[in-house]
């Protein structure tokens, strides 16, 4: 129902920015919230941020506040991800995620039901 296109990834030196973005296709008007995981092969998939769709609200993993932040503009449909101050170990593929579902974790992976193909991320240090 819900189709997820990213976009922004690329290479930088560490310390520097990116933004990604993500625009939601298809119903995303009635979307609960929408998040970033961030994925190295061999390695289960990992919260990053989400935000609430209606209010806002914004939730970030321990190792990224302060440096990332989460935002939706609710009329076009879109998630950003501004990543300030990279370091070498952001270096992974990001997936942008979608749920329609209301719930007590933000952070769950198995709430959301829809991803992006993933934006790739390369830190040099």
């Known amino acids: 129902q819900v189709a997820l296109v990213e976009s922004g990834g690329g290479s930088v030196q560490a310390g520097a920015s990116l933004r990604l973005s993500c625009a939601a296709s298809?119903?995303?008007?009635?979307?609960?919230?929408m998040g970033w995981f961030r994925q190295t092969p061999g390695k289960e998939r990992e919260f990053v941020a989400a935000v609430s769709w209606s209010g806002g609200t914004t939730y970030y993993a321990d190792s990224v506040k302060g440096r990332f932040t989460i935002s939706r503009d609710n009329a076009k449909n879109t998630v950003y991800l501004q990543m300030n101050n990279l370091k070498p170990q952001d270096a992974t593929v990001y997936y942008c995620?979608?749920?329609?579902?209301?719930?007590?974790?933000?952070?769950?992976?198995?709430?959301?039901?829809?991803w992006g193909q993933g934006a790739q991320v390369t830190v040099s240090s």
């Open positions: 298809g119903r995303p008007a009635s979307l609960y919230a």
């Open positions: 995620s979608a749920r329609r579902t209301y719930g007590r974790s933000w952070s769950d992976k198995q709430y959301y039901g829809y």
